[in-house]
């Protein structure tokens, strides 16, 4: 199984400000990694996936990048709405395996 | 737009089966694959496993034992069935659909299950 690793597990920032997630896999997923976004009682939602292409829907302020074994998510200018806990996905190999997640908080 | 909606009993003895079903609407079921994938409380995410609509699946490994899914089309629902629940089994369980990369494009609302007796 592939294990996957975020970092920072909180990183606090403040509105307006950027913020940079990392995802590490245990072995190479090629780019087939997904990131999610997820808000306290809610489902989470798709923001990227095939590493770099952002969902329907989803801002521009969102992007992915990487393959490999090293992803990042960056959030160029933090609105209120995107305080949440964000999580990494490989689908590549079987079974597909999830982050632990960083959560983003307001500084 | 397409939506999910989970369904079953919020609460399950321990040994019991746990029993779910995802209802599909707004769109069809046919050619995509659906997923199950759970949350304990504040916790991470696990995906359980898969069924495309020609009813081929595929499990965690770590589950394979325990879990059945299944589809039925006519209805545009699947099912999820995991067996010898225990404690450790209580989460929140998420039904969601694998867009054309295999990501989860979309998602239930979830479904609280707790086991205890």
């Known amino acids: 199984e592939i294990v996957m690793t975020q970092s920072p597990a909180t990183l606090s920032v403040s509105p307006g400000e950027r913020a940079t997630l990392s995802c590490r896999a245990s072995?190479?997923?090629?780019?087939?990694l997904a990131w999610y976004q997820q808000k306290p009682g809610q489902a989470p939602r798709l923001l990227i996936y095939?590493?770099?292409t952002r969902a329907t829907g989803i801002p521009a302020r969102f992007s992915g990048s990487g393959s490999g074994t090293e992803f990042t998510l960056t959030i160029s200018s933090l609105q209120s709405e995107d305080f949440a806990v964000y999580y990494c996905?490989?689908?590549?190999?079987?079974?597909?395996?999830f982050g632990g997640g960083t959560k983003v908080e307001i500084k | 737009q397409v939506q999910l909606q989970e369904s079953g009993p919020g609460l399950v003895k321990p040994s019991e089966t746990l029993s779910l079903t995802c209802t599909v609407s707004?769109?069809?079921?046919?050619?995509?694959?659906w997923s199950w994938i759970r949350q304990p409380a504040g916790k991470g995410l696990e995906w359980i496993g898969r069924?495309?609509?020609?009813?081929?699946?595929n499990y965690n490994p770590s589950l394979k034992s325990r879990v059945t899914m299944s589809v039925d089309t006519s209805k545009n629902q699947f099912s999820l069935k995991l067996s010898s629940v225990t404690a450790a089994d209580t989460a929140v369980y998420y039904c969601?659909?694998?867009?054309?990369?295999?990501?989860?494009?979309?998602w239930g609302q979830g479904t609280m299950v707790t086991v205890s007796s």
């Open positions: 969601a659909r694998a867009n054309d990369m295999d990501a989860f494009d979309i």
């Open positions: 707004g769109g069809s079921i046919s050619s995509y694959y």
């Open positions: 069924i495309y609509t020609s009813g081929s699946t």
């Open positions: 072995q190479s997923v090629s780019s087939n």
């Open positions: 095939g590493a770099s």
């Open positions: 996905q490989q689908y590549n190999n079987w079974p597909q395996t």
